[in-house]
Nanobody, 121 residues
Framework: VQLQASGGGMVQAGGSLRLSCKGS????????MGWFRRAPGKETEFVAF???????VYADTVEGRFTISRDNDKNTVTLQMDNLGPDDTAVYYC????????????????WGQGTQVTVSS
């Protein structure tokens, strides 16, 4: 299983960025796909996930600013990040797991490579 993430970069506070992730190597119909992030000196933090069907689920820290969407035909998941702030600076990881509950606690069976998001004040 591979999760290939793209996007990220540097933006000023209040700006927007989009992250994308494409899964390959197996069917993803039973896989919850989402995103974690890890800021310098901090633990890995759940950001959002999307099941094969249904709405996105978000961490309180990003609710209302981030939008996760999923294209099941392409095995891709996208994270649109708006109104970014310096606290959103982190390495973001595309992740997948059979259980959304595990993703909420920062655990996942599948991890993509990280992509850096830097927000300047």
């Amino acid at each position: 299983v591979q999760l290939q993430a793209s996007g990220g970069g540097m933006v000023q506070a209040g700006g927007s960025l989009r992250l994308s992730c494409k899964g390959s190597g197996r069917t993803f119909v039973d896989i919850v796909m989402g995103w974690f992030r890890r800021a310098p000196g901090k633990e890995t933090e759940f950001v959002a996930f999307n099941r094969y069907y249904g709405n996105g689920v978000y961490a309180d820290t990003v609710e209302g600013r981030f939008t996760i969407s999923r294209d099941n035909d392409k095995n891709t998941v996208t994270l649109q990040m708006d109104n970014l702030g310096p606290d959103d600076t982190a390495v973001y990881y595309c992740v997948g797991d059979a259980q959304g509950a595990r993703l909420r606690t920062g655990r996942a069976d599948y991890w993509g490579q990280g992509t850096q998001v830097t927000v300047s004040s």
